[in-house]
C-alpha cells in the first residue's frame, strides 16, 4: 500500500496564493490526483496528471490552480492561486487505491 503524505495547508486571505505537496513512500508510475472536500459536501476531483505530464482540471480551478509532479521525488504539487472563500476545503492526495490525510485549506478575510 502506497503511503501518501500532504503539507503545505494553512489559512489564507482572498486573492491569496499556498502550495501544497504530496510526497509518495515509493516509485509512482501512474497518475497522481488531488481532490478536495468542503463541509457538508462531497470529495471531488481539483486536478490529476498522469507520468508523463498530462494535466486535467475541475471548471472551478482553471486558470487559478496549477498540479505539478517531481518523478525523482515522488511527489506531486498543487499551486493555488487567487483563492476565493469557496476554495475552502479539506484537500486529499490520491494514487490509486490510497489517499492521505488531508490537509485544510481555509480561504477568509
Same mark, same amino acid.
Given at each position: 500500500?502506497?503511503?501518501? *503524505?500532504?503539507? =503545505?495547508?494553512?489559512? @489564507?486571505?482572498?486573492?491569496?496564493?499556498?502550495?501544497?505537496?504530496?510526497? *509518495?513512500?515509493?516509485? &509512482?508510475?501512474? $497518475?497522481? =490526483?488531488?481532490?478536495?472536500? *468542503?463541509?457538508?459536501?462531497?470529495?471531488?476531483? +481539483? *486536478?490529476? &496528471?498522469?507520468?508523463?505530464?498530462?494535466? $486535467?482540471? /475541475?471548471?472551478? +480551478? %482553471? =486558470?487559478?490552480?496549477?498540479?505539478?509532479?517531481? $518523478? /525523482? %521525488?515522488? !511527489?506531486?504539487?498543487?499551486?493555488? $492561486?487567487?483563492? %476565493?472563500?469557496?476554495? !475552502? /476545503?479539506?484537500?486529499?492526495? %490520491?494514487?490509486?487505491?490510497?489517499? =492521505?490525510?488531508? !490537509?485544510? +485549506? !481555509? @480561504?477568509?478575510?
Amino acid at each position: 500500500q502506497v503511503q501518501l *503524505a500532504e503539507s =503545505g495547508g494553512g489559512l @489564507v486571505q482572498p486573492g491569496g496564493s499556498l502550495t501544497l505537496s504530496c510526497t *509518495a513512500s515509493v516509485r &509512482i508510475y501512474s $497518475n497522481f =490526483g488531488w481532490y478536495r472536500q *468542503a463541509p457538508g459536501g462531497q470529495r471531488e476531483l +481539483v *486536478a490529476d &496528471i498522469s507520468i508523463g505530464g498530462t494535466t $486535467n482540471y /475541475a471548471d472551478s +480551478v %482553471k =486558470g487559478r490552480f496549477t498540479i505539478s509532479r517531481d $518523478n /525523482a %521525488k515522488n !511527489t506531486v504539487y498543487l499551486q493555488m $492561486n487567487s483563492l %476565493k472563500p469557496e476554495d !475552502t /476545503a479539506v484537500y486529499y492526495c %490520491k494514487q490509486g487505491y490510497s489517499w =492521505g490525510q488531508g !490537509t485544510q +485549506v !481555509t @480561504v477568509s478575510s
